[in-house]
């Protein structure tokens, strides 16, 4: 499995950007998406996953409201739409992937991280 990142930049307080994560080599519909960041001198955490197109994605309470994770399963695509940006959003987003049967929660499949950078 691949995941390539892109939609990373540079933006002012309160604008949007739109990450996506193109998913490869295996059956996308067979994985749990994620978006993880980490943010420079901090760990990285988890921002938002999602199980199915159609489900109740999970987000980190400092995101919720202004983040949107989506998939699209004939595209094999992850996004992650992010309005009202902020400061404290500034960090490296990484895409991961979990296959659903899989044993552990823990995430093995990781992007290459895409930069968002917000100043004020």
């Known amino acids: 499995v691949q995941l390539q990142a892109s939609g990373g930049g540079s933006v002012q307080t309160g604008d949007s950007l739109r990450l996506s994560c193109v998913f490869s080599?295996?059956?996308?519909?067979?994985?749990?998406m994620a978006w993880f960041r980490q943010a420079p001198g901090k760990e990285r955490e988890i921002v938002a996953n999602?199980?199915?197109?159609?489900?109740?994605?999970y987000y980190a309470d400092s995101v919720k409201g202004r983040f949107t994770i989506s998939r699209d399963d004939a595209k094999n695509t992850l996004f992650l739409q992010m309005r009202s940006l902020k400061p404290e959003d500034t960090a490296v987003y990484y895409c991961?992937?979990?296959?659903?049967?899989?044993?552990?929660?823990?995430?093995?499949?990781w992007g290459q991280g895409t930069l968002v950078t917000v100043s004020s």
């Open positions: 991961a992937a979990r296959h659903r049967a899989a044993e552990t929660t823990e995430y093995g499949v």
């Open positions: 080599g295996r059956a996308f519909v067979n994985y749990v």
């Open positions: 999602i199980y199915w197109s159609r489900g109740n994605p």
